[in-house]
């Protein structure tokens, strides 16, 4: 018999094998048993080789303030001591080799803070123990695709905006964030796309990003029609270059950061109410609560000007094996204001002493000037620190693990600076400060899960009203020259694995 022949038969022969045979049913019953069985178990395959890619791991950071603040007639008020606690859960997953997710959920509170004291059900006792709401701070989760074809990469989601660099010094951590903190240290959502270069140009971690990103406070229940009480929103646009270096400064980082905001709107009343009448009261020697914002009288223009800003971030890791950590950056703001003054009214909700019945506080606002007065007002702001890594592996190897860090970083920023750091690690916001600051920090490992951090912070302020590009009421033509101190003496115990 040829071949043909021979398979010719063996195809006659397995037919009759798989011709089911009269009564065969409950074989075919068990047959479909098996299957399902089976296929039940690469379900469960399937979903534990996905869970085997997922990470977690949980942060748990402990710390203590002394604040001491001297103001500009030197009277000083040092006895405020703070104390708080911050638990992360952090989250990642490659469930693919294109799909990329990462996420934190975060709880940072003061220890038994309460706005009742005396009063034991209403502080911080049972908060977490009784029926309550259902918030859930969640401060980054987004996800990375990345393209077969293409050297491009899209992110999604709650984006990686906080703990910029160079944070990863002072925190002791890899880097958590692909943006400079100078820039922007918050929490924000949007969309961003990465042209990722390093396979075409031998320059390691080279790469173009662009975020789109929007803010408003319009969340009312019909959010679909104009509320004109609420702030407009605004778009934001932000390019950024970065690439590393080859050879010995394999470890240095260079980064060039630009942020564009078109069109910045009014803050809504609500913003008014809470910072203008405290203002306006203090003004009267009456309490805030006697003002009440008038949204029909006040006139709260849909653009007060644009903002453009660029940073430019250098940073190196054992420069020139030195045992040294350097970074110096640098930036630069624009805030255009359009000379649409803006204008709240208060109306006295009761009528404060020698004050006639029916008057009203006119508050105007606007753009590095209460009068919004049109032009162009420029800002910059120099950063720069170092952190020496004592190598105690030279003494004796066994004492790596306890290797201390010392830092000291110093930023100065002029009159109309706003660093948008408003959720920078640090309480006091220091890169935002209109004035300079010199921080010191000592880190002391005890392993890779424990770490210990003492440090001071010193902040002198030239000019008010730090962190805002608003201006209101009697910061006519700016913000005013002020002459105060802050400093800032803390602890800090972090856990982690």
Not at 51 to 71: C, M
Not at 228 to 257: R, S
Request: aromatic share 12%; hydrophobic share 40%; net charge negative.
């Amino acid at each position: 018999m040829n071949k043909i022949q021979h398979l010719f038969l063996f195809l006659i022969i397995s037919a009759i094998f798989l011709i089911p045979a009269q009564g065969s049913a409950f074989d075919l019953e068990l047959l479909e048993q098996d299957v399902e069985e089976l296929s039940a178990r690469l379900d469960e395959v399937e979903k534990q080789t996905l869970l085997d890619k997922i990470q977690i791991g949980a942060e748990v950071r402990a710390r203590s303030d002394w604040y001491r603040y001297l103001d500009h007639d030197n009277n000083i008020d040092d006895g405020t001591s703070v104390q708080s606690t911050r638990f992360r859960l952090n989250m990642k997953a490659e469930p693919t080799e294109n799909l990329r997710f990462h996420a934190r959920l975060t709880m940072f509170k003061n220890w038994i803070d309460n706005d009742a004291p005396g009063f034991p059900a209403r502080m911080d006792f049972n908060d977490s123990r009784v029926p309550s709401d259902s918030t859930l701070r969640v401060e980054r989760a987004y996800m990375d695709y990345f393209f077969d074809i293409l050297p491009i990469a899209v992110t999604i989601g709650r984006l990686p905006v906080s703990d910029g660099l160079p944070t990863d010094l002072k925190e002791n951590t890899p880097r958590k964030s692909v943006y400079p903190s100078m820039m922007y240290d918050l929490t924000a959502d949007g969309v961003a796309i990465s042209l990722l270069l390093e396979e075409y140009i031998p320059m390691p971690g080279m790469a173009i990003r662009g975020i789109y990103a929007n803010f408003t406070s319009d969340d009312d229940l019909s959010f679909f029609r104009d509320d004109t009480q609420a702030a407009k929103g605004m778009d934001v646009y932000v390019g950024q270059f970065e690439t590393g270096f080859p050879g010995i400064f394999k470890d240095t980082l260079f980064i060039f950061n630009y942020l564009e905001v078109p069109d910045i709107c009014s803050p809504d009343q609500t913003f008014a109410d809470n910072v203008i009448a405290p203002q306006i009261a203090a003004a009267a020697g009456a309490p805030a609560s006697m003002f009440i914002m008038d949204p029909n009288a006040s006139y709260l223009p849909d653009s007060l000007g644009s903002l453009s800003k660029y940073v430019l971030l250098l940073e190196s890791k054992n420069f020139l094996n030195t045992w040294l950590d350097l970074f110096v950056c640098y930036g630069n703001m624009r805030i255009q204001a359009n000379g649409n003054m803006g204008i709240w009214v208060e109306n006295f909700a009761t009528v404060p002493p020698n004050v006639p019945a029916g008057n009203q506080a006119m508050v105007p606002f606007g753009l590095g000037s209460s009068l919004n007065v049109k032009g162009t007002k420029k800002s910059e702001c120099i950063y720069y620190g170092a952190r020496l890594n004592i190598p105690l592996d030279k003494i004796n190897k066994k004492l790596a693990r306890y290797s201390p860090k010392i830092g000291y970083e110093y930023n100065k920023g002029s009159r109309y600076w706003v660093g948008t750091s408003w959720g920078a690690e640090d309480p006091l916001n220091k890169l935002n400060t209109r004035g300079h600051v010199h921080d010191f920090y000592y880190i002391q490992p005890i392993d890779k899960n424990f770490t210990i951090r003492v440090g001071h912070t010193e902040i002198d302020y030239d000019y008010a009203n730090s962190g805002s590009y608003y201006e209101a009421g009697t910061s006519l033509f700016g913000p005013a020259k002020i002459n105060t101190k802050v400093t800032n003496t803390y602890l800090l115990l972090d856990m982690k694995f």
